[in-house]
């Protein structure tokens, strides 16, 4: 009801919209009514990392993985000032990574036709992750945010051979601290 009272309030306030968005995408799962709201707040004009968040797990919830990868990827692309490269991240095997604002690791992932390929981001020092994974192209296949608990993961059989990329953070990276990526 407050939710609604603060629309009554400024029904054309992109920043209240937001506020509603955020609230239906953490607090009171409804992916439906999220995604009118950050729609509205993006078309006001309030293009932030967390509205293209919002953004990509309504679309994550409605099954459209390519949409969601397009938001996160504008998350990411957003809150970062470095990009680093890492060596390909083969299977089972993990690294961990010093994050420090505005810091995403762009790590490789060389895969076969029909490969299973699965990835879990976790962290002592923190527990909000954020991950777009990039075709050989550059275009985005998929996106996570809050995929396993808190952090982000996925299971994902990689549609032809290449090299992929996987952009990984904390979430709007304003944390410092190590952050751990395991392919199984």
Known sequence: MDLDYAIALAPESP???????????????????????????????????????????????????????????????????ELLTTSPLPARASMALDLVPGRTYNIPLVVSAGEVVSIVTSSHDYWDTILVLLDPDGSPVLGSDDSWKYFAAFDWIAPSSGTYRMRVTFFESVITGTLRVSRK
């Not at 309030?46 to 504008?74: E, K, M, N, W, Y």
Request: proline share 4%.
């Open 15 to 81: 920043d209240v919209r937001y506020i509603v968005a955020d609230a239906y995408t953490y607090g009171l799962p409804d992916p439906d009514r999220a995604f009118t709201e950050a729609t509205f707040a993006l078309e006001g004009g309030l293009s932030t990392p967390r509205v293209h968040a919002i953004l990509g797990s309504a679309h994550v919830a409605f099954g459209d993985l390519t949409a969601a990868a397009t938001h996160i990827q504008t998350h990411i692309e957003l809150v970062t000032t």
